[in-house]
């Protein structure tokens, strides 16, 4: 019984100790499970560097996969699919966008999908890399269907996971808010909001330990000595999410597409702050995804009933199972 205090006791303690780390505006201080890499490089008259991972197989099968993270994910929240897709034999690369995790935040920088597809195409083509397998989730849904619109001779397989941008929440009635009001949000972020919003949305009500370290991740930037760069950074990406939709364009990809949604999923930017009438359809992920499917020429589409936001990381066998019998070769 003794024993079991103990171990109870410093089970308790862990949360506690990690919620006193901070990290700087680039995640200074958070250890990625591989060295990151950087490319430096110049946009918008201003010097800026891409953190990104990069993995090289053992037996290559000649393919990239390039992996794009979402709104509150880093490349290291790949680390499960960096592995796998290491081990099927591709070549796998992970980078920070600008704007989020150990990249830049330049002090003034106009956000866009555009401007971020552009900035991974000038990575690639620092690497010498043609063509990828774009593995775009959540937020890099919405940038992964950008690049394939504007470079499509680069993409050998689009995949989309659980991508937000389904619908137009400004067209559906959604408040469209200011900057300055979502840096006002942004502000008041703590690890507790992060927790619960991610419980609910991303795990279907369903918490391990492993997931708190993603979470810490994200509280730890804003409780650090940049937070409030942080925090504003995360209002300009906010405001282009919402108001840079990819909807429309699903009609217009022209490359082999799969998606793989968790329908449990309810993802939807600004839902809260929407009357009672509209938030209640929002986020319909069940109807959204087979409108999607429908709308993308020659789709593929993998439903999975009982997973939220990110599968990849509450069911990563099962993910990686679609995934890999859903890849062109």
């Known amino acids: 019984m003794?024993?079991?205090?103990?171990?109870?006791m410093l089970l308790l303690a862990v949360p506690l100790t990690k919620a006193e780390e901070v990290y700087g505006s680039e995640l200074e201080g958070f250890k990625y499970p591989w060295p990151e890499l950087r490319f430096y490089f110049t946009s918008q008259r201003q010097s800026v560097q891409m953190?990104?991972?990069?993995l090289m197989p053992e037996k290559p099968n000649g393919r990239t996969a390039v992996l794009l993270h979402g709104k509150n994910?880093?490349?290291?929240?790949?680390?499960?699919?960096?592995?796998?897709?290491?081990q099927q034999g591709y070549r796998v690369i992970a980078?920070?966008?600008?704007?989020?995790?150990?990249?830049?935040?330049?002090?003034?920088?106009?956000?866009?999908?555009?401007?971020l597809a552009h900035n991974t195409k000038a990575?690639?083509?620092?690497?010498?890399?043609?063509?990828?397998?774009?593995?775009?989730?959540?937020?890099?849904?919405?940038?992964?269907?950008?690049?394939?619109?504007?470079f499509p001779n680069r993409v050998q397989q689009l995949v989309m996971v659980n991508p937000i941008g389904l619908e137009d929440w400004k067209a559906e009635g959604v408040p469209a808010l200011s900057v300055d009001e979502w840096y006002a949000r942004?502000?008041?972020?703590?690890?507790?909001?992060?927790?619960?919003?991610?419980?609910?949305?991303?795990?279907?009500?369903?918490?391990?330990?492993?997931?708190?370290?993603?979470?810490?991740?994200l509280a730890g930037m804003y409780r650090g000595p940049g937070g409030l760069t942080v925090a504003w950074h995360s209002a300009l990406i906010y405001d282009m999410i919402f108001t840079q939709p990819v909807m429309y364009e699903f009609k217009n990809l022209r490359?082999?597409?799969?998606?793989?949604?968790?329908?449990?999923?309810?993802?939807?930017?600004?839902?809260?702050?929407?009357?009672?009438?509209?938030?209640?359809?929002?986020?319909?992920?069940?109807?959204?995804?087979?409108?999607?499917?429908?709308?993308?020429?020659?789709?593929?589409?993998?439903?999975?009933?009982?997973?939220?936001?990110?599968?990849?990381?509450?069911?990563?066998e099962r993910f990686h199972r679609a995934l890999i019998e859903g890849l062109t070769h």
Request: hydrophobic share 40%; with cysteine.
């Open 51 to 54: 953190a990104y991972l990069e």
């Open 255 to 316: 490359v082999p597409t799969l998606l793989l949604i968790g329908e449990k999923d309810n993802t939807a930017i600004g839902k809260d702050l929407a009357p009672p009438e509209i938030k209640s359809r929002l986020g319909n992920y069940p109807a959204l995804a087979r409108r999607t499917g429908a709308a993308i020429p020659g789709a593929s589409l993998v439903l999975f009933s009982e997973l939220g936001h990110a599968p990849q990381m509450q069911d990563p």
């Open 186 to 217: 942004e502000r008041n972020v703590t690890a507790t909001m992060i927790r619960n919003y991610e419980r609910s949305t991303y795990y279907v009500n369903e918490w391990r330990p492993e997931y708190e370290t993603w979470v810490q991740m």
């Open 95 to 115: 980078p920070d966008q600008i704007g989020f995790c150990k990249s830049s935040r330049p002090t003034a920088y106009q956000y866009s999908f555009h401007q």
């Open 2 to 8: 003794r024993n079991f205090l103990i171990l109870l």
């Open 123 to 150: 990575l690639l083509d620092s690497l010498g890399i043609d063509k990828v397998t774009l593995v775009g989730h959540s937020t890099g849904g919405m940038l992964a269907t950008r690049f394939a619109l504007m």
């Open 73 to 86: 994910f880093c490349s290291a929240t790949w680390e499960g699919t960096l592995r796998f897709l290491q």
